[in-house]
C-alpha cells in the first residue's frame, strides 16, 4: 500500500480534492474563514496550522478545562496562559504530523466503514430505533457542526486510532524488568514521622513596625477587589428539555425489536497462551531456536495437558500472563488484530483443546482454550433504561435545533429585555450572584470566558443591551442582562490590617519550623542528632499507606535504605517541616499474579507511547515545524468570536449601525 501511495501520488491528490469538494456545497468555507484566517500559527512540511483552526482549538480546550472544574473556583490564567497556547499547538501540529504519517502508510477508513460507525450512534437513531438523516442533521446543528465538518473530522480521528494502534500496547517489556518492579512496587517500609510545627515558633517573630503597611503597599494586586456585575440569564439546555420530554413504553419496545443486533453480545473465549519471542532483528537462527523451544513445550503438553499452567510460569516469555499460569483472560473478536494468527487459531479451537505453536509477529504461542461463552442477545429489561434515556435525547436535540435559531434572533433583535425570549423557551430568567471580570465563578455557566466576555462589554454594561448568546457548554445556550454593577476597588488597609500581619506572622514562623527542621535532618543523618518524638512505626507500602500522609510515604520510599535507620525531610502545605524516618525494608515474595499482569500492562502502554514520541520526533526533524510566535502569543488572536448559531443564515449586522 505504501509503495501504491508513493507511486500515485498524483491520483491520490486528486482523489482528495475531489472528497473535500462537498465542503464547498456545504459553505464550509465560511465556517472557517475569519477576520485573518489566512494567517499562519505553525507550518508542518507542507500543511499549515491556522490562526483559525488554532483559535477553536484553544477554545475547545479552554471549556474542556471548565467542564472538569465545574463547581470550583478557577484561576484565570489557567485558561490564558503561553503554556496553554504551546500546549494546543503542540496538539495540532502532532496531529498533522501523525495524520500525514498514516496517510502516507496507505491507512484509510472507507465510506462504509464511516457509514456503520455513524448509523450505530443511539443519538442518530428516531422513535422505531433506525437511523434518521434529519435527526443526524438535527443533532450536528445543536452542537454548531455541518455534517461534511463532522464526517471528515471522524475519518481523521479514526485513521489516526487505527495508527496510533499499532505503537500503544504493543510491547513486550522484559520479564527481569517487570519482576524487579512488580517487587519494587510490593515493597514495604515501617516509617515513623515527627512534625515541627510553626506555631511553636510564633512568639519568636517580631515583626517592625512598618512590615504590614510595606507588603501592603508592595502588593496592592493582592488586596485589589476586581470588577463585578450581576446578571439575569437565560439558558437553553439539552438535559432540561431532555425532562419535558415523554416516552412511551410501546414507544421503547419498538425501538428495541427493530435494532435488536446492536444489543447483541458477541462471542467471547476465555484463552491462555505460553509465548515464546523472536526479537525484531532476530535471524533465521534465532527464529528457528524458538521454534524448536515451542515444538518441545507442545510435546510435554500432549503428555500432560494438565501441566499446562505450570509451564506457562516456567517457560512462557509474557510476565504478564506467564504470573497467573498464561491466563490471557477473555478475548472477543477483534481484541488481537495485532496478531491475527493468534485470533485465527484460538477461534477454531473447542473447549480444553491446546493448539500446536501458532507463529506471530511477536513469536510463538501455544494456546489453550478454557471456556466459550456464546453470543446472546441483551434481554429488553436490561436496555429499557438505555433506549428509552437515547429516545428522550433524540427528542430534546430536535427540540434544541428548533429553538436555538429563534431563540439567538429574539435575544438580538430584542435587545432591550429577556422577556420575549423567556416567552420562547416558556421559562422565566434566573438572577446571579456577583460575578468577577476576573471569572472567579463558583457554577456554570459563569466560569466560561466568552459568556464573562460578553457580560462585561460595553453592549451589555454600557449600553444595556442583551448579551449575545454564547454555547458554554456542548447542548447550553445562554444569554444574560445586567443588574447591577460595580467598578475595580481596592480594600481599605485598616480592613485587612489584622490578618495581614497575622499571616505575615504565620510565615516567618514556618521559615524558622523549616530551618530547624533541616538542622535536625543533618544532624540525624550524620548520627549526631537528638531523639524526636517519633510516631508510632507504621509498615507501609505505595498503595498502602496505613493512615499515613502520601508525601510521607512517598518520601519514605525515595529515602536511601541502604543502611538503616534512614532520614529525609519535607515541608507539609500548613508550613510545618516533617522529619521521616525509615527504620525497615520488607520485600514480599507472594505477590498476586494480577499485580504482575497490571505492571506488564502499565510498561506496554509506556514502551509504546516512547515508541510513538520517537516517530513524532523524527517525523519533526523531517518536516522542519516553524512556529510563529507573533501570532500564537497575542492575546486578541486566541480569543475568537463565538461560533454561529446557524450556519446557513446571514451573520446579523454589528449593533451601533453603519
Known amino acids: 500500500m505504501f509503495d501504491f501511495v508513493q507511486k500515485n501520488k498524483t491520483l491520490i491528490q486528486i482523489v482528495l480534492f475531489v472528497m473535500f469538494l462537498p465542503f464547498a456545497f456545504f459553505g464550509i468555507d465560511s465556517y472557517f474563514r475569519q477576520d485573518g484566517g489566512g494567517r499562519v500559527v505553525a507550518q508542518v512540511g507542507d500543511h499549515a496550522v491556522s490562526q483559525d483552526e488554532f483559535s477553536r482549538a484553544l477554545r475547545e480546550r479552554q471549556e474542556s478545562i471548565q467542564r472538569m472544574v465545574q463547581g470550583q473556583r478557577l484561576d484565570p490564567a489557567m485558561l490564558d496562559n503561553p503554556e496553554l497556547r504551546y500546549s494546543v499547538l503542540e496538539g495540532l501540529i502532532q496531529r498533522k504530523l501523525l495524520l500525514d504519517a498514516a496517510l502516507r502508510a496507505g491507512m484509510k477508513v472507507s465510506d462504509?466503514?464511516?457509514?456503520?460507525?455513524?448509523?450505530?450512534?443511539?443519538?442518530?437513531?428516531?422513535?422505531?430505533?433506525?437511523?434518521?438523516?434529519?435527526?443526524?442533521?438535527?443533532?450536528?446543528?445543536?452542537?454548531?457542526?455541518?455534517?461534511?465538518?463532522?464526517?471528515?473530522?471522524?475519518?481523521?480521528?479514526?485513521?489516526?486510532?487505527?495508527?496510533?494502534?499499532?505503537?500503544?500496547?504493543?510491547?513486550?517489556?522484559?520479564?527481569?524488568?517487570?519482576?524487579?518492579?512488580?517487587?519494587?512496587?510490593a515493597q514495604q517500609r515501617e516509617v515513623s514521622q515527627h512534625v515541627i510545627a510553626p506555631e511553636k515558633f510564633m512568639s519568636q517573630v517580631k515583626l517592625e513596625p512598618d512590615t504590614v503597611k510595606k507588603y501592603y503597599d508592595a502588593n496592592v494586586a493582592e488586596f485589589r477587589i476586581p470588577e463585578q456585575a450581576r446578571v439575569e440569564y437565560l439558558a437553553l439546555e439539552v438535559d432540561a428539555l431532555m425532562k419535558q420530554v415523554q416516552v412511551e413504553p410501546a414507544e421503547?419496545?419498538?425501538?428495541?425489536?427493530?435494532?435488536?443486533?446492536?444489543?447483541?453480545?458477541?462471542?467471547?473465549?476465555r484463552a491462555s497462551h505460553i509465548f515464546i519471542s523472536i526479537d525484531a532483528g532476530a535471524g533465521a537462527e534465532s527464529k528457528q531456536k524458538a521454534r524448536a523451544k515451542a515444538g518441545e513445550i507442545y510435546k510435554q503438553l500432549q503428555n500432560a495437558p494438565a501441566s499446562f499452567a505450570d509451564l506457562a510460569k516456567q517457560q512462557s516469555e509474557d510476565p504478564g500472563s506467564a504470573a497467573n499460569g498464561g491466563d490471557l483472560g477473555v478475548i472477543g473478536r477483534g481484541a488481537m488484530k495485532d496478531v491475527p494468527e493468534f485470533e485465527e487459531a484460538l477461534f477454531k479451537l473447542k473447549p480444553g483443546e491446546i493448539s500446536a505453536p501458532v507463529e506471530s509477529s511477536l513469536g510463538f504461542h501455544i494456546i489453550r482454550l478454557t471456556a466459550i461463552q456464546p453470543a446472546k442477545i441483551k434481554p429488553f429489561e436490561e436496555a429499557r433504561i438505555e433506549i428509552e434515556q437515547g429516545l428522550r435525547k433524540q427528542r430534546a436535540a430536535k427540540r434544541f435545533a428548533e429553538l436555538a435559531d429563534g431563540f439567538s434572533n429574539v435575544v438580538y433583535e430584542q435587545s432591550e429585555s429577556l422577556k420575549p425570549a423567556a416567552e420562547l423557551l416558556k421559562t422565566q430568567p434566573r438572577a446571579s450572584g456577583w460575578i468577577s471580570r476576573a471569572g472567579v465563578a463558583t457554577e456554570p455557566p459563569f466560569n466560561n470566558p466568552r459568556l464573562l466576555s460578553a457580560i462585561f462589554s460595553d453592549e451589555v454594561l454600557?449600553?444595556?443591551?442583551?448579551?449575545?448568546?454564547?454555547?458554554?457548554?456542548?447542548?447550553?445556550?445562554?444569554?444574560?442582562?445586567?443588574?447591577?454593577?460595580?467598578?475595580?476597588?481596592?480594600?481599605?488597609?485598616?480592613?485587612?490590617?489584622?490578618?495581614?500581619?497575622?499571616?505575615?506572622?504565620?510565615?516567618?514562623?514556618?521559615?524558622?519550623?523549616?530551618?530547624?527542621?533541616?538542622?535536625?535532618?543533618?544532624?540525624?543523618?550524620?548520627?549526631?542528632?537528638?531523639?524526636?518524638?517519633?510516631?508510632?512505626?507504621?509498615?507501609?507500602?505505595?498503595?498502602?499507606?496505613?493512615?499515613?500522609?502520601?508525601?510521607?510515604?512517598?518520601?519514605?520510599?525515595?529515602?536511601?535504605?541502604?543502611?538503616?535507620?534512614?532520614?529525609?525531610?519535607?515541608?507539609?502545605?500548613?508550613?510545618?517541616?516533617?522529619?521521616?524516618?525509615?527504620?525497615?525494608?520488607?520485600?514480599?515474595?507472594?505477590?498476586?499474579?494480577q499485580r504482575a499482569s497490571e505492571i506488564t500492562e502499565g510498561l506496554r502502554q509506556v514502551l509504546g507511547q516512547e515508541a510513538m514520541a520517537a516517530l513524532i520526533a523524527e517525523l519533526r526533524r523531517k518536516s522542519g515545524v516553524k512556529i510563529n510566535k507573533e501570532y500564537l502569543e497575542k492575546k486578541e488572536d486566541a480569543s475568537p468570536p463565538s461560533a454561529p448559531i446557524k450556519s446557513d443564515r446571514p451573520t446579523p449586522p454589528k449593533r451601533g449601525g453603519l
Open 112 to 185: 462504509e466503514q464511516l457509514r456503520s460507525i455513524i448509523v450505530e450512534q443511539q443519538a442518530f437513531r428516531d422513535e422505531t430505533g433506525k437511523f434518521s438523516y434529519s435527526r443526524y442533521e438535527q443533532y450536528l446543528r445543536s452542537e454548531g457542526r455541518l455534517p461534511a465538518m463532522f464526517e471528515a473530522s471522524l475519518r481523521q480521528d479514526l485513521i489516526l486510532r487505527q495508527f496510533a494502534d499499532g505503537f500503544i500496547g504493543s510491547g513486550f517489556p522484559p520479564r527481569a524488568v517487570v519482576e524487579r518492579l512488580v517487587k519494587l512496587s
Open 252 to 269: 421503547v419496545k419498538n425501538a428495541y425489536d427493530s435494532s435488536r443486533s446492536q444489543y447483541e453480545v458477541k462471542e467471547t473465549r
Open 462 to 593: 454600557r449600553s444595556k443591551r442583551n448579551s449575545e448568546v454564547i454555547e458554554t457548554a456542548p447542548g447550553t445556550l445562554v444569554a444574560a442582562r445586567l443588574l447591577e454593577h460595580k467598578t475595580e476597588s481596592m480594600r481599605p488597609f485598616e480592613e485587612v490590617r489584622a490578618g495581614l500581619e497575622k499571616l505575615l506572622v504565620s510565615r516567618a514562623a514556618a521559615r524558622l519550623a523549616v530551618q530547624e527542621g533541616q538542622h535536625q535532618l543533618n544532624e540525624l543523618k550524620e548520627g549526631k542528632g537528638g531523639k524526636p518524638a517519633w510516631s508510632a512505626p507504621q509498615l507501609a507500602s505505595r498503595s498502602d499507606l496505613k493512615g499515613l500522609p502520601e508525601p510521607v510515604v512517598r518520601q519514605a520510599f525515595r529515602a536511601d535504605a541502604s543502611r538503616l535507620p534512614a532520614y529525609a525531610g519535607l515541608e507539609n502545605p500548613q508550613g510545618a517541616y516533617v522529619l521521616v524516618r525509615v527504620s525497615r525494608v520488607v520485600d514480599v515474595e507472594n505477590i498476586p499474579p
